[in-house]
């Protein structure tokens, strides 16, 4: 039987330098089309954005949930549970906000979309750590700068507090937290591969569902996870 090659420590946190470089890359589009929107005036419903935001978070924190009981590494596992806890928390500052503003949240129903229809496939720990900590929430951190500015535009102050002293701070600490999980765990050239494939294909899904989103709202400064 062959030995299975492993990746010394150096290498490892190379790919992941590299892998961020790849996802910085690929966000950016995203990111450009939430400036391009700041640029254009305050356009779109901040309620109705808020409540994507809502789903969002509920969504991130039910899959992280989901995770939690399948993953058989024990740091990873519980990286999960903190995520579920966190997303949490978030849908409830998120719900708070709202039931302020005037939105009735008891009647919200979260829909669903292709990007998490994509989450919920992955069965691997590599996939899951690229997809839901590493990329997501980038997609996230890097989308709610926007939707801060918007709110900001808009005089929404607020807002503009909750994320910045309480959701943005998490969403980096989750995507620190998926970079060092990728260098203890993508430790292969196969697994490797694994993590580039993940990471493009939820950016690719992103970019389109968010796309599709602005086109119908009318901005891109809608918020992430």
């Known amino acids: 039987m062959r030995p299975r090659f492993v990746y010394g420590a150096g290498m490892t946190i190379a790919f992941v330098t590299e ?18 929107s700041l640029a254009e005036g305050p356009a779109g419903d901040a309620t109705q954005l808020l409540q994507i935001a809502l789903a969002n978070e509920i969504n991130v924190s039910e899959l992280a949930a989901l995770w939690m009981p399948s993953t058989p590494e024990l740091d990873v596992k519980l990286a999960f549970a903190r995520q579920a806890g966190d997303e949490a928390g978030h849908f409830q500052l ?33 996939e899951r750590i690229a997809a ?45 937290l998926g ?29 389109t569902s968010r796309a599709q989103a602005a086109a119908r709202m009318g901005t891109a400064c809608f918020p992430g996870c």
């Open 19 to 36: 892998l961020e470089a790849q996802k910085a890359t690929l966000l950016a589009p995203m990111i450009a089309a939430g400036r391009v």
């Open 94 to 126: 998120v719900a708070d906000r709202l039931t302020v503003l005037g939105f009735d949240v008891a009647s919200f129903r979260p829909g669903d979309n292709p990007m998490f229809q994509y989450l919920r496939s992955l069965s691997t720990t590599v």
């Open 132 to 176: 839901g900590l590493f990329t997501l929430e980038s997609i996230a951190y890097a989308v709610n700068e926007n939707f801060m500015a918007f709110c900001a535009q808009r005089g929404d102050d607020e807002t503009v507090r909750i994320y910045r002293e309480y959701i943005q701070p998490d969403e980096q600490a989750h995507q620190q």
């Open 179 to 207: 970079q060092r999980l990728l260098a203890k765990y993508a430790t292969t050239p196969e697994l490797q591969r694994v993590a580039r494939e993940t990471v493009a294909r939820l950016l690719e899904i992103a970019g």
